[in-house]
């Protein structure tokens, strides 16, 4: 799966001299966290939620609401976004992009195509890729396992499960307790709870967790 395909299109896009509140507004309007700035249909910055909040008077200020008014109309979205911006390609590997967006710390990134702006992938975007990945909207039996990591093991597991008329639809790998073993989230239709277990117990480390759901 590449970034293209899970990316969010057409993109909100503010302008640099566009004052905060109104940037505030049109992202409350649009339910969005952060937006890329473009100026002559390039990207120069992004700017978040937070970037504009913090912009904001504190609600224990002194000012006035006339002075606060005026004070706010004089700041623009220039003033507050970042200017070095992160950006990747539609051609990425979305689990690429994920990593970039966990070690940096940041909740979005614009997506590119050359120079012009094409997409933006968010956390939002991930955590539904997540729930189709760990088949969170389908109807099964979800087993957690622990499995050594040695060849054959996952094929033995899988070739168990489908001689029984067994199905998968979805399917996660993740670390285990050390190197010498995998934990295997997956969810499978067209057996029962106890029929998966049977199927699986001989071939697992162990069973971590198993239910219907």
């Known amino acids: 799966m590449l970034i293209g395909e899970r990316m969010t299109f057409p993109v909100i896009t503010v302008s640099p001299d566009l004052p905060i509140a109104e940037a505030l507004s049109l992202m409350r309007k649009e339910h969005i966290r952060r937006t890329p700035v473009t100026q002559n249909g390039k990207l120069i910055g992004i700017v978040s939620n937070e970037d504009l909040l913090n912009a904001s008077p504190s609600p224990a200020t002194s000012l006035s609401v006339f002075e606060m008014t005026y004070l706010l109309s004089k700041i623009t979205v ?3 976004m970042s200017k070095n911006v992160l950006t990747i390609t539609e051609d990425m590997p979305i689990e690429e992009g994920a990593r970039i967006m966990a070690d940096n710390k940041i909740g979005g990134l614009p ?3 050359g120079e012009e702006l094409v997409g933006i992938i968010t956390e939002t975007d991930l955590f539904k890729v ?8 389908e109807k099964g039996v979800r087993v957690a396992v622990l499995i050594a990591n040695i060849s054959g093991k996952l094929a033995s597991l899988a070739g168990s499960i ?3 008329g067994g199905n998968f639809i979805a399917f996660g790998s993740f670390l285990g307790d050390d190197p010498s073993n995998r ?3 997956f969810k499978v239709t067209g057996l029962s709870e106890a029929e998966v277990r049977t199927q699986i117990e001989p071939i697992v480390e162990r069973i971590m967790d198993i239910r219907t759901c």
């Open 162 to 164: 489908a001689s029984k």
């Open 183 to 185: 934990e295997l989230t």
């Open 78 to 80: 220039k003033d507050v």
């Open 130 to 137: 997540f729930l189709e990945l760990m088949g969170a909207r």
């Open 111 to 113: 997506v590119v195509r």
